[in-house]
């Protein structure tokens, strides 16, 4: 071995780092050997390297991406300021995580907890009867960061097919999911535009009756009409359900009954209730 060179074993020892990790953080880049001996396999390390194998520990203790710490290694000067950006934005993506948070304590019934909603509060939710629509839709599996593209694209498809068949609709649209959507949930969403006219369902678009049911629902702002906020309005629903003794009718839904605006309600977080 070429001097200050130490085998994976004696590198991982002295960084405090697992044989598991430096492997991870070989095949991500982070934290190469020096030389892998081509007969053996074996991983050298060199003693130099130990200040970014220390770096990696510290910062994977903050429990910082693997992606974020390559990019905080990548830049050799300014590194602190980078670190404290990225622990600033992790604080305040915790803050507006507190609806999830209160969204999952009233899902389990958390006895003797407080449920906050943020801007949002039972006395919010407001119950009105829906009529029976006809409605044109598309169903398909999303994550969160495409949700409002993908339904977004969804409407402009079903309306381009409407127009194409003569029919007639207005503004309003919604989306259901019938499968939670966020980190580890795909949906499916199904995007709804109601309709009137004869119309014969073409490729992925689904024509259905969509029956006379009582909706409650939330109003929401533009200013709330946004991930994660609008988990309040959820949350609000939920907590109505559950403490009125009330039983929902189908899955929740995303009303948007007018055009956009960044003034004034722009959609209703909804369910039929029973």
Request: aromatic share 8%; net charge negative.
């Amino acid at each position: 071995m070429a001097a200050g060179e130490v085998t994976i074993g004696e590198f991982a020892r002295r960084s405090g780092l697992s044989l598991k990790a430096l492997r991870l953080y070989d095949a991500r880049g982070l934290l190469q050997p020096v030389r892998v001996d081509p007969a053996t396999g074996y991983r050298y390390y060199d003693l130099d390297q130990l200040a970014r194998a220390r770096t990696v520990s510290l910062l994977r203790r903050l429990e910082m991406p693997l992606a974020a710490i390559a990019d905080v290694l990548a830049e050799p000067v300014g590194q602190a300021a980078a670190i404290r950006s990225w622990w600033s934005e992790r604080q305040r993506d915790l803050a507006d995580r507190g609806p999830e948070l209160d969204l999952v304590l009233q899902s389990l019934g958390a006895a003797g907890e407080t449920v906050h909603t943020g801007r949002f509060g039972i006395d919010d939710v407001l119950v009105r009867p829906a009529a029976a629509r006809t409605v044109a839709t598309v169903r398909r599996h999303v994550v969160q960061d495409d949700l409002v593209a993908a339904f977004a694209s969804d409407v402009l498809e079903i309306r381009s097919f409407l127009d194409e068949g003569g029919a007639s609709y207005g503004t309003e649209f919604w989306v259901v999911f019938h499968g939670a959507v966020g980190r580890d949930g795909d949906g499916p969403i199904e995007t709804c535009v109601p309709y009137e006219g004869a119309l014969t369902p073409v490729g992925p678009i689904t024509l259905r009756q969509e029956p006379a049911q009582t909706m409650a629902f939330v109003p929401v702002t533009a200013a709330d009409c946004r991930y994660p906020q609008i988990i309040g309005a959820y949350v609000a629903l939920e907590t109505w359900f559950s403490v009125g003794g009330r039983r929902a009718a189908g899955p929740s839904r995303e009303l948007y009954p007018v055009p956009w605006s960044d003034e004034g309600v722009v959609a209703h977080v909804a369910q039929p209730v029973a």
